[in-house]
């Protein structure tokens, strides 16, 4: 099978295929909880940075939905029901998220930008069917902020008028901005950030990691600030160990500057210097809500929206990573001493 017709998010680790769950107790709590009153809420919405568990709590608490035990969320992955959300095949579950498209000839990506109202009025004759052995039909929205504005309408005109046991679960990284009659029809749970130990725990059942030393996943898991999902990316990562570098000493000198931006010299660095910036400008934001606090900050704020611009143009124009690395740490370096 050609690499360019299979989805990139379907991987071995796929929260459908995760059955493990750490650092999110209490959210499994009530959840369980709320099935066991016998007056399931129909919508829920599962909020928190990107990366944490959502969708794996998700998926954990429909196949649960599927085949209730007494005790807990747990299912093993043996059970029939398991085996069949894994493998994306269970005629009760619908998952509604961006679609894919294998014939498309974007170069950057072949899954759409949004989730397109096709995709949620999918969600209308899905409910239309009862569920098998009469249980519980389970729709997953992953995530709920890529809706565009018809797709949030069309999803909200069912979640207004519920079928008869049905459960929605809307992920969603940022639920600031969804529509406010979607939030206000869903009981919202927050989920928090891992603590490191347990971003260690769950980058140690993931099969891209299987060979990375120790010092390595811990770097990862602490740069994360304790999104399993965002520290995948970072391991092994030249950019996340430059800003380790910046991060465990943040006095500069032009000189230092030039040394830590010559990392990202040459065209096989791209996704490295994304990393880099990225880590970088949540420092810099992070330092001017500090500041903000403490009653300044000016001085940091105006650097962090300076690298951010610049990051940008360069982005758009295509300029040298190096130099624009260099840049951004001057920047920095001045608002720093100010």
Known sequence: MAEDSVDPRDVAWHPRRRFSLYGHEAAEEKLFRAHQSGKLHHAWLLSGPQGIGKATLAYRFARFLMKPNQSNLHMDE????????????????????????????????????????????????????????????????????????????????IIEEPPARSVFLLVSHRPGSLLRTIRSRCIHLA???????????????????????????????????????????????????????????????????????????????????????????????????????????????????????SLRQADALNLDRRQTAVDALLLLDEALKA
């Open 78 to 157: 043996s059970a029939s029901v398991a085996r069949n959300i894994a493998a994306g095949a269970h005629p009760d579950l619908l998952v509604i998220e961006r679609a894919f498209d294998p014939k498309s000839k974007a170069k950057s990506s072949k899954i759409k930008t949004e989730i397109a109202v096709a995709n949620a009025r999918e969600a209308t004759s899905f409910f239309a069917h009862t569920a098998g052995a009469g249980g519980w039909r389970v729709a997953i929205v992953d995530s709920a902020d890529e809706l565009n504005t018809e797709s949030a309408n069309a999803l909200l005109k």
């Open 191 to 309: 989920l928090s950030p891992l603590s490191t130990e347990n971003t260690l725990r769950v980058l140690r059942e993931l099969p891209p990691v299987a060979k990375t030393s120790a010092e390595d996943l811990r770097l990862a898991a602490e740069l994360s600030h304790g999104s399993p999902g965002r520290a995948l990316d970072l391991v092994g990562s030249k950019g996340a160990a430059t800003f380790a570098k910046f991060e465990a000493n943040p006095k500069l000198s032009p000189a230092r500057c030039v040394e830590l931006g010559a990392t990202f010299a040459g065209r096989e660095m791209a996704g490295d210097f994304e990393i880099f910036c990225d880590l970088l400008v949540g420092w810099t934001a992070q330092k001017a809500r500090n500041a903000g606090i403490a009653g300044g900050g000016q001085a940091m704020a105006k650097a962090h929206d300076e690298i951010v611009a």
